[in-house]
């Protein structure tokens, strides 16, 4: 992963994002080449905190998000200036929330791998959110 960015507001926040895909493949009449098969799309953006900046920074098909995965585009951001403040994410990837903490100590942030005096707040995506308490109270 190679990011390299010039900002003049350097405070973000990562955002994931995890979509099915319809696992079908398709053909390329010009380059004479098949795409696809694919099940899922691994997507991270970057996006600005006090600003309507956003950014793809991260893209991989069939890849699950892994605290190594996550460290490696904080730390590459970091490096190209842009200071992560938070993360946005589903709550259906168990193992990502079991790695951060979230599940075992119920921390609400983790230390930035590339400074650990500042943390880096974890935030639910509000839709699945919701769903995981309405599926609770049931």
């Not at 099915?20 to 398709?26: A, I, M, N, R, V």
């Not at 903490?101 to 921390?107: D, K, S």
């Not at 500042?118 to 995981?132: A, E, N, Q, S």
């Amino acid at each position: 992963i190679t990011i390299s960015y010039k900002l003049s507001r350097r405070n973000f926040k990562v955002k994931k994002v995890y979509k099915d895909l319809k696992k079908t493949f398709e053909y390329d009449y010009v380059n004479k080449q098949v795409y696809g098969g694919y099940k899922k799309l691994q997507c991270v953006m970057v996006r600005g905190l006090f600003g309507s900046w956003k950014q793809l920074v991260y893209f991989n098909f069939d890849t699950n998000m892994t605290k190594d995965l996550i460290t490696e585009i904080i730390l590459q951001c970091e490096q190209a200036g842009i200071k992560i403040r938070g993360l946005s994410f589903d709550c259906g990837n168990h193992t990502l929330l079991q790695q951060l903490g979230v599940l075992v100590e119920l921390a609400y942030f983790f230390p930035n791998p590339a400074d650990p005096s500042r943390k880096i707040y974890l935030f639910p995506d509000v839709p699945h959110l919701h769903l995981g308490m309405l599926c609770e109270v049931r």
